[in-house]
């Protein structure tokens, strides 16, 4: 795993459970979306993409759409 990605989860709002957001030019850049949808998945871990960027929710809470 890159060493981008692990700043991802080990940000203080993601240790907190909190909604990690990258925008989807910066995945690509600094690494790839394959590296971090695994370590979501291994993780349990969700992903939305909401415009050009992925919100990441760094708990393994359900994610339901309400509207």
């Known amino acids: 795993m890159s060493t981008w990605v ?7 709002i993601a240790q907190r459970g909190g909604v990690a957001r990258r925008k989807l030019s910066s995945i690509d850049k600094f690494a790839s979306r394959k590296e ?4 979501c998945k291994a993780r349990g871990y969700h992903i939305i993409q909401h415009g ?3 919100l990441i ?3 393994n809470a359900m994610v339901k759409l309400v509207l």
């Not at 692990?6 to 203080?12: A, P, V």
């Open 36 to 39: 971090v949808k695994d370590e």
């Open 57 to 59: 929710f760094c708990d």
């Open 52 to 54: 050009d960027q992925w």
């Open 6 to 12: 692990d700043q991802i989860f080990e940000s203080q």
